[in-house]
């Protein structure tokens, strides 16, 4: 069992910047691929960034790449999500997941386990 907490959500002007940060709990992390994904009012939930069990292996959404790193730190159980030159269509909740797997996907419903999620709110 993974329990995931996100945190670092709020309010930001366009062009801003936001960290994410999501806390999983257990000795097995290094054994996940993670994710972030993120759902607007109305939308159905989007991918934004993988990363691999080690950290060597990522990928973007069209939308934020070039603008958003994912990275995570094994020894601190944590998976980051640095958010750069946001816009307004970036608002949205941000949902950390895990995946018993090597690498991560695209697919939400691959996806084991799940935070409670972190409003980003962009103003313009």
């Known amino acids: 069992q993974v329990q995931l907490v996100e945190s670092g959500g709020g309010l930001v002007q366009a062009g801003g910047s936001l960290r994410l940060s999501c806390a999983a709990s257990?000795?097995?992390?290094?054994?996940?691929?993670m994710a972030w994904f993120r759902q607007a009012p109305g939308k159905e939930r989007e991918f934004v960034a993988t990363?691999?069990?080690?950290?060597?292996?990522?990928a973007y959404a069209d939308s934020v790449k070039g603008r958003f790193t994912i990275s995570r730190d094994n020894r601190k159980n944590t998976v980051y999500l640095q958010m750069d030159s946001l816009k307004p269509e970036d608002t949205a909740v941000y949902y950390c997941?895990?995946?018993?797997?090597?690498?991560?996907?695209?697919?939400?419903?691959?996806?084991?386990?799940w935070g409670q999620g972190t409003q980003v709110t962009v103003s313009s």
């Open positions: 997941a895990a995946d018993l797997s090597v690498i991560g996907t695209t697919t939400p419903s691959i996806y084991d386990y």
């Open positions: 257990g000795r097995t992390f290094s054994m996940y691929a």
């Open positions: 990363i691999s069990r080690s950290g060597g292996s990522t």
